[in-house]
């Protein structure tokens, strides 16, 4: 049954309901009539009998006659009550009344039926939202539900329908999941083959300089070598994430200990610009996460601040927590960001005018990615007593 068929049905069925209260209202004020008259006729009855107990045999004869069709049909053309002053209104005061109350009672079960059939209707509808609602819930949230069984409703179109986008969607994402995998694996490959020549090429220039043949061509081939190495690294990471496969582990993660051990990996910018780092240490704030791709996101961002941070300068470190999420601060005293350039720091590829000579432009792209697998948030803004900061916030849930 289809929607007009339903709201045809439906229809149908109040008329019908309508008829038979009608009718029933009818029977009711048909036999109330006739009560009342059987009961005028018996009292006028009985009156005459005992006023005229010797004319009790004509008098029934004459009421019987008075109850026969032709009777009453002639009666039409003799009203004789009306010569003395008796009036329609004069009788029909009481019924009057009944048949107002008889009327307004019918017309309130009608109403309570039409209500009652608009409420099982309602009903039957949100149960079908419901549990459509509550399929397309399961299907975000586990990514598959069981099919609903076939209903013969208003919302059976609906239901289809919904039946054809879910499949369709999931078709698309499964496709395109594996053609980011393809993706990713390529990029990987051509990674690993690029590893090979550069990794020859690093020992090339360690024996050039160890030897003192090559002199500052020596000194520049190694650092070229090394920040193809650092591409090669970051790229085969942000495949690893494009494609979903970069597994994160979840544990107890101490901060202090975390942010000592990222400053240490950018060890050599701090003590070439003679930077101080300071990180004070708040004993049990911590927070879930995986420990070495954390240090990889934080010394990223400790990393660019020692490049925007003039020699002498001060990198700050702060964090703390509550219900809610950990919060930490990494900021500097350097010039801080551009103003042009603050909306694209965490873009792919990004360099900014003043970004340093081996930069390529993604450790903070790959630093926030890393932070938001593990349920974080970055943002970067400038103080405004100068310098920059980095805003990071782990949520507990």
């Known amino acids: 049954m289809n929607k007009k068929q339903s709201v045809m049905a439906a229809g149908i069925l109040a008329v019908l309901c309508c008829l038979f209260c009608s009718m029933c209202a009818g029977v009711l004020l048909a036999r109330y009539f006739a009560a009342s008259q059987k009961r005028i006729l018996t009292e006028v009855t009985a009156g005459l009998v005992e006023a005229y107990p010797q004319e009790e045999k004509e008098i029934m004869l004459l009421v019987k006659k008075g109850l026969q069709p032709a009777a009453r049909e002639a009666e039409k053309t003799a009203d004789y009550l009306s010569a003395y002053g008796y009036r329609l209104s004069d009788f029909a005061s009481g019924y009057l009344k009944r048949s107002i109350g008889t009327a307004f009672v019918g017309t309130a079960v009608v109403l309570l039926l039409l209500a009652g059939l608009y409420g099982h209707v309602q009903k039957k509808r949100q149960k079908r939202v419901g549990e459509l609602t509550g399929y397309l819930e399961k299907i975000n949230r586990e990514g598959t539900a069981s099919i609903l069984p076939d209903a013969e409703d208003m919302l059976a179109p609906l239901q289809d329908e919904i039946y054809k986008t879910v499949t369709a969607l999931r078709l698309a994402r499964e496709a395109a999941v594996q053609e980011r995998k393809n993706f990713a694996d390529n990029l990987a490959n051509i990674a690993h083959q690029l590893k090979t020549p550069v990794a020859s090429l690093s020992i090339v220039a360690q024996l050039m300089e160890t030897d003192g043949q090559g002199g500052e061509r020596a000194v ?178």
């Not at 941070?309 to 809610?324: A, F, H, Q, R, S």
């Not at 960001?337 to 792209?365: C, M």
């Open 220 to 397: 520049s081939l190694r650092k070229q070598t090394a920040r193809l190495e650092r591409l090669i690294e970051a790229l085969l990471t942000l495949s690893r994430i494009d494609a979903g496969v970069l597994q994160l582990e979840k544990k107890e993660v101490d901060i202090f200990t975390l942010l000592e051990l990222s400053a240490e990996g950018v060890d050599e910018i701090i003590r070439a610009r003679k930077i101080r780092v300071d990180i004070p240490n708040h004993p049990d704030i911590t927070f879930q996460g995986d420990m070495e791709w954390c240090m990889e996101a934080f010394s990223n961002l400790i990393k660019n601040c020692a490049e925007h941070t003039p020699e002498g300068g001060w990198i700050m470190m702060d964090y703390t927590g509550n219900p809610l999420y950990t919060q930490i601060m990494i900021r500097d005293t350097g010039a801080g960001f551009a103003p042009e350039e603050l909306p694209h720091v965490f873009e792919r590829f990004y360099r900014g005018k003043d970004a340093g000579e081996n930069g390529i432009g993604i450790g903070l792209s790959l630093a926030k990615s890393l932070i938001e697998m593990q349920n974080g948030f970055l943002t970067a803004q400038n103080l405004p007593e100068g310098g920059a900061c980095f805003t990071v916030r782990f949520y507990h849930h």
